[in-house]
C-alpha cells in the first residue's frame, strides 16, 4: 500500500513556474513508476508525465514537452513536477500516481488528493 500527499499548487501568472511534490509513504515507492494526471473543470483527468522506478526513462504528453520535468528521489519517497512557462491551458488538479510506466490511468493503482494549479492571463 502506497499513500501519496501532493503539495506545491497555486495561483500563478502565465510565464510564470511552480514545483509540485509528491511524497509517499511506506517502503516501496522505488518499486513503482510514477506519474503526473491532471483534470481542468469539466473535464476528463488527462496523463501530464511518467517516469520509471529509477527515474532513468521518462514520457511527456505532448503539450508540457520542453516545459515540464518530472523527477524522483527514491531516498526521500519523493517525486517532483517542475513547471515552467505556465500557460492558462495548465490550470487544473495535479495529482500523482504510482503504478506502471504507462500514460493510461488504467494503469495507476495508488493516487494522492491532488493540488490545484491555477493559471492566470
Known amino acids: 500500500q502506497v499513500q501519496l500527499v501532493e503539495s506545491g499548487g497555486g495561483l500563478v501568472q502565465a510565464g510564470g513556474s511552480l514545483r509540485l511534490s509528491c511524497v509517499a509513504s511506506g517502503r516501496t515507492f522505488s518499486t513503482y513508476a510514477m506519474g503526473w494526471f491532471r483534470q481542468a473543470p469539466g473535464k476528463e483527468r488527462e496523463f501530464v508525465a511518467t517516469?520509471?522506478?529509477?527515474?532513468?526513462?521518462?514520457f511527456y504528453t505532448d503539450s508540457v514537452k520542453g516545459r515540464f520535468t518530472i523527477s524522483r528521489d527514491n531516498a526521500k519517497n519523493t517525486l517532483l513536477l517542475q513547471m515552467n512557462n505556465l500557460k492558462p491551458e495548465d490550470t487544473g488538479v495535479y495529482y500523482c500516481?504510482?503504478?506502471?510506466?504507462?500514460?493510461?490511468?488504467?494503469?495507476?493503482?495508488?493516487w494522492g488528493q491532488g493540488t490545484q494549479v491555477t493559471v492566470s492571463s
Open positions: 500516481a504510482a503504478g506502471r510506466f504507462a500514460t493510461d490511468a488504467s494503469a495507476y493503482s495508488y
Open positions: 517516469i520509471t522506478t529509477n527515474g532513468g526513462n521518462t
